[in-house]
């Protein structure tokens, strides 16, 4: 696990961009969805990309949004309610959010609305 907690999110960030327009979803979407779990706006988050600010830094950071506790179902065969470091929930909590986007729902339902 920690080499995922060490990794940069700029490594990440093009793969969630790659997925998600793969089913019609946007960039802007993606950023919209981070904002919302993070608190990072897209100067904030363009500012984590470029300096390859690492998961446990990027959460650090992050106010996480207090509905994060409503998102709940099943992510890598683990759900995500269960899971016990609080980093990797987070980060599971992130990969949730971009695959309920991929998967087509509504941005309302995503962001818990």
């Known amino acids: 696990m920690s080499r995922l907690f060490a990794m940069p999110v700029a490594t990440v960030y093009p793969l969630y961009i790659a997925k998600l327009e793969r089913k019609g979803r946007t960039q802007a979407e993606l950023d919209e969805v981070i904002e919302w779990l993070t608190g990072f706006d897209e100067r904030a ?19 996480l949004n207090p ?25 599971r909590y992130l990969d949730k959010l971009v695959d309920e986007l991929y998967k087509g729902k509504k941005m309302e ?3 818990r609305s």
């Open 109 to 111: 339902k995503v962001l």
């Open 45 to 63: 988050l363009k500012h984590y990309l470029e300096v390859g600010t690492n998961f446990t830094d990027f959460f650090a950071d992050a106010q």
């Open 67 to 91: 509905k994060a506790d409503l998102i709940t179902g099943v992510i890598c065969g683990v759900r995500v309610e269960e899971i016990e470091d609080p980093l990797m929930q987070k980060i």
